[in-house]
Each structure stands twice: as structure tokens, then as C-alpha cells.
């Protein structure tokens, strides 16, 4: 799902990373809206709240609103900059960075009432970024693995594309256009489903828990670093058993 590159990866690697991610960041947005007032997914909304402050003359809100757009791109600076780090150590764990960083963030603010941090003025503001620039994190991961087939953190482009594929399909009869077609449309599909069903679990969850719901997306990752690595695993045996049966 993370460590398959070039032409190892397949379409079920793409389905599983986009269905698992997505939700993860419709938790992380719904979490941000509910307990922050802010949207922590995308930076589009925020250049027009930028663009609306400015010409108002509140310039402290629209440099605010810049920051947003900073840390979100900060996020995936950082993220693309220690995979390509950890490729000159070692190909196969250089995903395993960014999600670890992501994991340490999201747990910082599903703790900040216990550290005591929404008692600082700034917290909201202070948060607020820390969930962009997680979410800028857990995107150019995203983009990276796929080679840009996958992304899970905004919804505009996958409407977008989706709205061309359907457009696509009344006119492309071949066989094999028409499955590729349609492979595109289930996953665009999933990770609609997914991040409007992420939206759904991080809403009712916060209602009950507050901002700790942000354990459920901390879960989903470690989930899929476990499920990784048990495949690494699983496909090492195979490989081993293989090599020890086969004939000399």
C-alpha cells in the first residue's frame, strides 16, 4: 500500500492508500471545523478568506489566514524533504517518516487539553496550524507513493476529474478505455465515500469525546503501518519458500 513504487504498484495498492487516507482526513477536517472553526484539509477556502480580510483592512486576519496556507505547504515541504532523505538510507521505510511526524501531530492536539494548551490565547490559531500542516504532510505522502494518482485531502479536483470520467464514458465504446474508465470512477468514488464517511465518524465521535477524536485517525495510521509491514512479511515467507523449493 506504501512501499510499492513504479511498476510493483497496482490499482488495488492506489483503492486501499485513497480509501485509508481519505477518511483519515475527513476526521482530521470535520475534528478542525467542530472544534476549531477552521477547515484543515485544503487551503483554498483560506486564500479566499485572505483575499476578504485584506480588502476589509483586517490585516492581522488576513495574515492569519496566510499562515494557514504556509503551514499546509510547509507540510508537504517536510514531508516530500525527509522521503527523500530516508531514500538514500533505506527505499522501502522512507513512507514511514512523514506518517510518523503526522501521528506526532495529530497526537498533540488530541492531547492539548490535557497539556494544557487550549488555555493559551493563541492555541486556536497554534492548532489550527498544526492540522494543516498535517494534513500538507499526509498529502505530498500521498501524491508521492501514488505518482499523483492519489489524493486525499481535498475534494475539488476529485469531483473534477470524476465529472470528465463519467462524461467520458457516453463516448468511449473499446473494451479496455471503458475498464480503465470505470476503475477511475470507483476509486475517485471510494475516496469521496471515504472522507464523507471519515466526516460522519469524526462528527458524532467529537460529540461524545471532543477533540480526542482525533485518536481514531492516529489509529487508522498505525493500522496501516501494521498491515504493511505484515504484508512485507507475508510476501518475504512466500518469497523464502519458494526459493527453498524450488529446484537446484
Not at 476589509?56 to 508537504?76: E, H, N, P, Q, S
Not at 469524526?202 to 504493511?228: M, S
Request: a positive charge; glycine letters at 8%.
Amino acid at each position: 500500500m506504501f512501499r510499492h513504487n513504479g511498476k510493483g504498484r497496482t490499482y488495488l495498492h492506489n483503492l486501499k492508500l485513497a480509501s485509508l487516507l481519505s477518511c483519515v482526513a475527513g476526521i482530521v477536517n470535520i475534528t478542525g471545523v467542530l472544534s476549531l472553526g477552521v477547515l484543515t484539509t485544503n487551503v483554498t477556502g483560506h486564500f479566499a478568506f485572505f483575499s476578504e480580510e485584506f480588502f476589509l483592512k483586517d490585516y492581522r486576519m488576513a495574515c492569519i489566514y496566510l499562515v494557514y496556507t504556509l503551514f499546509f505547504l510547509f507540510g508537504a515541504f517536510v514531508s516530500s524533504t525527509l522521503m527523500e532523505l530516508a531514500l538514500k538510507f533505506k527505499h522501502d521505510t522512507s513512507y514511514m517518516f512523514p506518517i510518523a511526524v503526522e501521528i506526532g501531530v495529530l497526537l498533540l492536539v488530541a492531547c492539548s487539553d490535557l497539556l494544557g494548551l487550549t488555555h493559551w490565547s493563541m492555541s486556536r490559531i497554534f492548532l489550527s496550524c498544526a492540522l494543516l500542516f498535517a494534513m500538507g504532510l499526509q498529502n505530498a505522502l500521498v501524491t508521492t507513493v501514488s505518482k499523483s494518482v492519489v489524493r486525499t485531502t481535498h475534494l475539488t479536483g476529485l469531483f473534477t476529474d470524476l465529472g470528465i470520467e463519467l462524461s467520458q464514458l457516453l463516448f468511449y465504446k473499446g473494451v479496455a478505455e471503458r475498464k480503465k474508465l470505470h476503475k477511475a470512477i470507483f476509486l475517485k468514488g471510494a475516496i469521496i465515500s471515504c472522507f464523507f464517511s471519515g466526516g460522519l465518524i469524526g462528527g458524532f465521535t467529537f460529540l461524545i469525546i471532543g477533540q480526542t477524536a482525533l485518536f481514531i485517525p492516529v489509529i487508522l495510521l498505525f493500522f496501516g503501518l501494521w498491515y504493511d509491514r505484515l504484508l512485507l512479511r507475508y510476501y518475504n515467507v512466500r518469497r523464502r519458500f519458494r526459493h527453498q523449493s524450488s529446484p537446484k
